[in-house]
């Protein structure tokens, strides 16, 4: 997958198969009945995760979870998306509540400063700084990406062996 180029932090891609979603759960159920030590693949529904375990497991390595979708013609849509780590992913996500309440709060005062005809450029400046640490947290999460990216195309060849 070509993701040199992507804006996204969470990549994703598609891929039509002419079986049912049966079969292709089957699949996936025998694969994770005889899995490798390396990969965990959970089944629920029309929802599978694959995740790395033991020593390969990193708070860098993605999980990639498909979503099958039956199509009319007896055919399988399948959704897949490559996410970071959940805990990961729910720090960034706060980080980034934080950042945004700081600069909505101080946007508040700015404007207060401003009615008042009071100095403001102590809230400025914070506003500035909220958004370089929004732009350094887009960086670090696009430096995590790379950093399991060989680990996306593991997860993303072993799924293409699976449904073949």
């Not at 994703?12 to 089957?26: G, L, M, Q, S, T």
């Not at 897949?80 to 309440?101: E, M, N, Q, R």
Request: glycine residues 4%.
């Amino acid at each position: 997958m070509e993701t040199e180029n992507e804006i996204r932090l969470r990549l994703r891609f598609y891929k039509d198969v002419n079986e049912p979603i049966a079969v292709i759960k089957e699949k996936l159920q025998a694969h994770r009945d005889t899995q490798p030590q390396d990969y965990s693949v959970k089944v629920n529904d029309e929802h599978v995760w694959f995740h790395f375990k033991g020593d390969r497991k990193h708070y860098w390595s993605p999980h990639l979870h498909l979503e099958l979708e039956s199509k009319e013609d007896n055919t399988t849509h399948i959704r897949c998306l490559f996410g970071p780590d959940s805990t990961l992913w729910t720090l960034f996500v706060f980080l980034h509540f934080v950042v945004a309440g700081i600069f909505i709060i101080f946007g508040m005062i700015a404007y207060s400063n401003y009615t008042l005809k009071a100095p403001l450029m102590m809230d400025v400046i914070i506003m500035f700084i909220m958004v370089i640490v929004w732009f350094l947290l887009y960086v670090i999460a696009r430096q995590i990406r790379e950093k399991g990216h060989d680990q996306m195309n593991e997860l993303e060849q072993v799924f293409l062996k699976i449904i073949r």
